[in-house]
Nanobody, 124 residues
Framework: QVQLVESGGGLVQAGDSLRLSCQGS????????MGWFRQAPGKEREFVAA????????EYADSVKGRFTISRDNAKKTVYLQMNSLKPEDTAVYYC?????????????????WGQGTQVTVSS
């Protein structure tokens, strides 16, 4: 089993950067694909980015390509989401999630474990 704790959210202005972290626990963290999702008020949870268990493959939502970067450090059991050039429409609660398969998925239902979320607010 994996437990996930996100951190790094906050209130920033448009154009600023933030780095989110997701600290995992459990012996098998390194074999999980990891994803970041976000959910704005009144909207469904949406895919942001995902990374394969070994970091060898990543995928991004079109809305964040070129601005966000996902990475992982399996020795530290941590996944990161570097967010640059933030926009007001990036405002949401950001969640990290772990997927026991080796294939990257972009749908929330494919993920087995979830963190509690961290709020990101981008002012214009």
């Amino acid at each position: 089993q994996v437990q996930l704790v996100e951190s790094g959210g906050g209130l920033v202005q448009a154009g600023d950067s933030l780095r989110l972290s997701c600290q995992g626990s459990g012996r098998t963290f390194s074999v999980y694909a990891m994803g970041w999702f976000r959910q704005a008020p009144g909207k469904e949870r949406e895919f942001v980015a995902a990374i394969r268990w070994d970091g060898g493959s990543t995928e991004y939502a079109d809305s964040v390509k070129g601005r966000f970067t996902i990475s992982r450090d399996n020795a530290k059991k941590t996944v990161y989401l570097q967010m640059n050039s933030l926009k007001p429409e990036d405002t949401a609660v950001y969640y990290c999630a772990a997927d026991r398969t080796i294939v990257i998925h972009t749908t929330p239902r494919a993920y087995d474990y979830w963190g509690q979320g961290t709020q990101v607010t981008v002012s214009s």
